[in-house]
């Protein structure tokens, strides 16, 4: 017997022995049948004008003269990725939808989890979907603010049996259905502004990590874009897979939610100097907003979102898959792409060739074999790595040591970024993975948007990620790959993968027998 196949089997046996007292929660097909009589009655925010709101008045003159106009501003730096999205929270007056994959029991998703409650006590009505492979369990801290009658939280996709340790054998069993994941990122305030992008919650994604951190990009989209956002929401919302944690078996401890309140109290008097300046960054984005002090980009956009029913294995072409087939199409002179998790497959890597022997200048980063969080993802990239720079694209790989954070000097760093620039006047950015997950098995959502000086200023922001100083660029010599950088004022060069042990390496190659379609 193979030892697989024995595993299968004690896997088997433990889930029958324990379903007697687990509870089946996937979707609503299964559900008791007095399942709406047992979840609490959806929140609905009383009507109100978007253009008259904090967030949506400094601007109203601009949006209110062109219903399709959109306003754009980079969010690069973590810590202001962060600081942008408690300030917005500060700022709602009715409505916050977070959109997510995952949310962590750490600092960064505590704070915002106080941001969230604090506008509930307001009377903001906020609503939250979690993908549940992104919570840590039952009891994550995010899932209390569901007792909060102003706060409801829905998992998408919840495994049916909701011990942990009972997830590795459903992803054996039931492989079909918990493959697919809700990969989509939206943080929404009062329907006027949304931001997009790779950023999850949690403090590595907010340059709080002191081991590691992930260097990502959003924006800050205002109009018509958030709008839409609020759209693609809803229909994550009212999908049968988004299940309200109400329903779940360890939710029926509202105490919680104010235990984690005093922990949180508790640490800012323990800090009240760093809680002292956080509380005045914050007071500071909000009056330099309201004062119009940042650089907001206007122009025409789209939000390009799968359908929920992705998630149900549907066959129907992504659409954000066509946009993104279509713009290779048009794109005359450029392309700059910065994507974490880049498997470009057969067909991918030909429409990058195609450009390119059609005179478009393609630059491409991505992560480094020592930068990645996802060894077996570089193993396939590898293969169409070698064919892109043995016919001349330029592909540089990210530097594990290349992004330093203030404070965190000695914290390692990996590409999250999911950007692309098209000659010089579209960006693109999202939660998209130009790998087969992201087309084809994962929900996703991304926002197309056309200004050539914003476009101008993202690529700049990718190419500062793509300098000698913080990432290696690749040559064909001889038909091998070579890595070359500058550390330390001097040059580099390296014949295998850089910053890398033996071990790593072969682990690497011995990856490469992963299906694609399993990454």
């Known amino acids: 017997m193979s030892d697989f196949l024995l595993l299968s089997l004690i896997a088997g046996a433990v889930v029958l022995i324990l379903s007697g007292c687990a509870s089946v929660v996937y979707s609503t097909k299964n559900l008791p049948s007095d399942y709406m009589d047992r979840v609490k009655t959806k929140l609905q925010a009383k009507p109100f004008d978007p253009f008259s709101t904090n967030v949506g008045s400094v601007y109203a003159k601009e949006l209110k003269g062109d219903e399709d106009i959109s306003g754009a501003a980079l969010i690069k730096n973590g810590a202001y990725a962060l600081l942008h999205r408690v300030a917005l929270a500060r700022m709602a007056q009715h409505t916050i939808e977070l959109q997510t994959y995952i949310y962590e029991n750490d600092l960064t998703g505590r704070l915002l989890m106080r941001e969230l409650k604090a506008a509930a006590d307001r009377g903001v009505t906020v609503r939250i979907i979690v993908d549940d492979n992104g919570l840590d369990s039952d009891h994550s801290d995010i899932m209390a603010l569901d007792y909060h009658p102003n706060i409801e939280v829905k998992v998408f996709n919840p495994y049916k049996y909701r011990s942990r340790i009972l997830r590795y054998p459903q992803l054996v069993f039931h492989v079909a259905r918990m493959n697919y994941r809700m990969h989509n990122k939206l943080f929404i305030v009062d329907g006027m502004a949304v931001i997009m992008g790779g950023r999850n919650v949690a403090g590595n994604y907010f340059d709080a990590n002191s081991v590691m951190n992930f260097s990502d990009t959003d924006v800050l989209f205002l109009g018509k874009m958030a709008a839409d956002s609020v759209k693609s929401f809803n229909e994550y919302w009212d999908y049968h897979r988004s299940i309200p944690v109400s329903v779940f078996p360890e939710q029926k401890n509202p105490e919680r939610l104010g235990d984690i309140d005093k922990e949180i109290s508790a640490l800012e008097s323990e800090h009240p100097e760093e809680y002292a300046r956080y509380q005045h960054i914050i007071n500071e984005f909000i009056n330099h907003y309201n004062a119009r002090d940042y650089d907001i980009y206007w122009g025409n956009g789209a939000v390009i979102a799968d359908s929920p029913e992705k998630a149900e294995g549907s066959e129907e072409l992504s659409p954000i898959v066509t946009a993104l087939e279509y713009l290779w199409t048009m794109t005359e002179k450029s392309v700059y792409i910065s994507s974490a998790y880049l498997v470009p497959g057969n067909l991918g890597t030909e429409d990058i060739l195609r450009a390119k022997r059609n005179g478009v200048d393609i630059n491409i980063l991505t992560n480094s074999l020592s930068s990645t969080d996802a060894s077996v993802v570089y193993s396939a990239w590898r293969k169409y790595r070698d064919e892109l720079v043995e016919n001349g694209v330029n592909v540089y790989e990210f530097r594990r040591e290349g992004y330093k954070v203030k404070n965190h000097l000695r914290s390692g760093a990996s590409l999250h970024s999911k950007a692309m620039?098209?000659?010089?006047?579209?960006?693109?950015?999202?939660?998209?993975?130009?790998?087969?997950?992201?087309?084809?098995?994962?929900?996703?959502?991304?926002?197309?948007?056309?200004?050539?000086?914003?476009?101008?200023?993202?690529?700049?922001?990718?190419?500062?990620?793509?300098?000698?100083?913080?990432?290696?660029?690749?040559?064909?010599?001889?038909?091998?790959?070579?890595?070359?950088?500058?550390?330390?004022?001097?040059?580099?060069?390296?014949?295998?993968?850089?910053?890398?042990?033996?071990?790593?390496?072969?682990?690497?190659?011995?990856?490469?027998?992963?299906?694609?379609?399993?990454?």
Request: include cysteine; glycine fraction near 6%.
């Open 421 to 519: 620039v098209f000659d010089d006047k579209i960006t693109w950015v999202g939660s998209f993975n130009l790998d087969p997950r992201s087309a084809a098995i994962n929900t996703e959502v991304v926002g197309a948007f056309y200004n050539p000086d914003f476009a101008l200023k993202v690529r700049q922001s990718i190419e500062e990620d793509m300098a000698p100083e913080r990432a290696w660029r690749l040559f064909s010599d001889n038909g091998s790959v070579v890595w070359k950088t500058v550390r330390n004022g001097r040059e580099e060069i390296s014949r295998h993968c850089p910053d890398t042990s033996f071990g790593a390496r072969l682990l690497m190659i011995l990856m490469t027998g992963v299906p694609e379609s399993m990454i």
